[in-house]
Every structure is written in structure tokens, then in C-alpha cells.
């Protein structure tokens, strides 16, 4: 399973633009790249996956560079209810198991 | 989009005893549900994979006669921890598979919040 790195925190204001950068060098062709936000006792919310390029939702956008190594995902204007932990995660389509990293912490200030 | 709910969404019980937590796809079938354990400040951590029809797979360090897990329908799994002890106090996830033209997709259900006295 390709391992994932992320920044552990991030600070942000409201309004801003947040890009999260992930590392995923061992990833394989196979491979989808999926994230998920996640608030305090809850479970994880699905915000983009993609496989290439770039990604598009009424969320976020997802930006995959040719190499397929990295991924950023970029949050646009971003207000206090977006502070949570963010995670990236490469997983096989079609039944792949999904091992968490160590998440980033967005924290977005007044 | 896809809903997974989780029950309880807490609980909290007697050392000794044993819980059973159920997840349920609510919108799709699930051919494939995972059991997750979190706990505080730390990432999720993936403790099986349950497969409708047949038996779970364990990772590594999971102990399979403590966690016992039946998937006995496309839409249910359930995850009994049994003979609880307090180390055992953690914030229990799964999620459910979701099958389509690819990619598929995981999603998660809200959590249970288990407490052992």
C-alpha cells in the first residue's frame, strides 16, 4: 500500500485559499487518491478523489501532477467551520484497503 | 451521496461484558465493510475488512476471537468486542464500500463512542 505524507498542521484566516500537499511516491497504477475531512467524534466525510489532473467539486479541487506523486488539495475561501483534520489516502480501485496517515490539522482563524 | 449509519453512538458498559456495534449502508449495498479504531489525537487505525458471506480479514495485531465481526447482509455488519476491558475505551468507525464504475468509493459511517468502566 503506497504510504501517504502530509504537513501535520496547518494555520489558515478566513477567506483564504488552503492548499494541503500530500506526498505518495510508491504510488501504483492502480491507485485512486481520495480525501477526507474529518471533525472531532465523528467519522470521515468524503471530499475528492481523483486519479489525474485535476478535480473539481462544489468543495474542493484536486490537483494531480502527471508523475502521480503528490496531490494538493485546495480548499477555496475557507471559513472557521473547514477546521479539521484532513486526510489523504492512496488506495486500490475495485477493493483496496485504505490505511490512514497521520492526517493534517487545518486551523482556520477569525 | 451514500449513508452509513452506526448504533450505538455511544455506550458505555461493565468491564467483562461484551458490545456489539452494527453498520449499516442505508442507500446501497456493501459487498465490503471495514471496522476502524481511533483514539484521541491519533489517526484512524484499520482493524478488519468484512466481507458479506464470509469471514473477516484481521490486521495484523487484531485480535480476531476479541473482535468478533459478522457481515451477514449486504447492508449490516456488526463488530462485537468482547469480554471489554478499559483499554479497550475508544472510538470505533467503519465504513462501507461503494461499488461503482471507478473508481468506488468508501465511505464512512458517524462513530461509536465505546467506554468501559
Known amino acids: 500500500l503506497a504510504k501517504t505524507t502530509q504537513p501535520i498542521s496547518m494555520d489558515s484566516y478566513e477567506g483564504q485559499e488552503v492548499n494541503i500537499t500530500c506526498s505518495h511516491n510508491?504510488?501504483?497504477?492502480?491507485?485512486?487518491i481520495t480525501w477526507y475531512q474529518q471533525f472531532p467524534s465523528q467519522g470521515p466525510r468524503f471530499i475528492i478523489q481523483?486519479?489525474?489532473t485535476k478535480v473539481t467539486n462544489e468543495v474542493a479541487s484536486l490537483f494531480i501532477p502527471a508523475d502521480r506523486k503528490s496531490s494538493t488539495l485546495s480548499l477555496p475561501r475557507v471559513s472557521l467551520s473547514d477546521t479539521a483534520v484532513y486526510y489523504c489516502l492512496v488506495g486500490e480501485n475495485q477493493g483496496g484497503k485504505l490505511i490512514f496517515g497521520q492526517g493534517t490539522e487545518l486551523s482556520v482563524k477569525p | 451521496g451514500a449513508v452509513v449509519s452506526q448504533h450505538p453512538s455511544w455506550v458505555i458498559c461493565k468491564s467483562g461484558t461484551s458490545v456489539k456495534i452494527e453498520c449499516r449502508s442505508l442507500d446501497f449495498q456493501a459487498t465490503t465493510m471495514f471496522w476502524y479504531r481511533q483514539f484521541p489525537k491519533q489517526s484512524l487505525m484499520l482493524m478488519a475488512t468484512?466481507?458479506?458471506?464470509?469471514?473477516?480479514?484481521?490486521e495484523q495485531g487484531v485480535e480476531k476471537d476479541k473482535f468478533l465481526i459478522n457481515h451477514a447482509s449486504l447492508t449490516l455488519s456488526t463488530l462485537t468486542v468482547t469480554s471489554a476491558h478499559p483499554e479497550d475505551s475508544s472510538f470505533y468507525i467503519c465504513?462501507?464500500?461503494?461499488?461503482?464504475?471507478?473508481?468506488?468509493?468508501?465511505?464512512f459511517g458517524p462513530g461509536t463512542r465505546l467506554t468501559v468502566l
Open positions: 465504513s462501507a464500500r461503494q461499488l461503482a464504475t471507478p473508481p468506488d468509493t468508501q465511505y
Open positions: 468484512s466481507n458479506e458471506g464470509s469471514k473477516a480479514t484481521y
Open positions: 510508491n504510488i501504483a497504477t492502480n491507485d485512486y
Open positions: 481523483g486519479y489525474k
